[in-house]
Nanobody, 114 residues
Framework: QVQLVESGGGLVQAGGSLRLSCAAS????????MGWYRQAPGKQRELVAL???????NYAASVRGRFTISRDSAKNTVYLQMNSLKPEDTAVYYC????????WGKGTLVTVSS
């Protein structure tokens, strides 16, 4: 069983920065992708950033140039550096991992005040 534990959420003013971390534990075979999704109140969950094994990162258009995803393969950890945060970035951010099956973290709340 794979478990994902996120950390780093919180309250920040517009223009500020936060760094999210997600550590994966358990038995992981054939890890193909790790990344971040988010869900704002009243909205559907959406992709923020995804990094596939051996591939380039993919970003949602709304965060490209402001957010950076990175991954430490040795630690099975993925990070999301979020800069120039906007109120519309307010959401619960979920860590995601695919290794033949999809796994999700419980989420961490990011609140950006104007």
């Amino acid at each position: 069983q794979v478990q994902l534990v996120e950390s780093g959420g919180g309250l920040v003013q517009a223009g500020g920065s936060l760094r999210l971390s997600c550590a994966a534990s358990g038995t992981i075979f054939g890890l193909s992708a790790m990344g971040w999704y988010r869900q704002a109140p009243g909205k559907q969950r959406e992709l923020v950033a995804l990094i596939q094994t051996g591939g380039n990162p993919n970003y949602a258009a709304s965060v490209r140039g402001r957010f950076t995803i990175s991954r430490d393969s040795a630690k099975n950890t993925v990070y999301l550096q979020m800069n120039s945060l906007k109120p519309e970035d307010t959401a619960v951010y979920y860590c995601y991992l695919n290794s033949g099956m999809n796994y999700w973290g419980k989420g961490t709340l990011v609140t950006v005040s104007s």
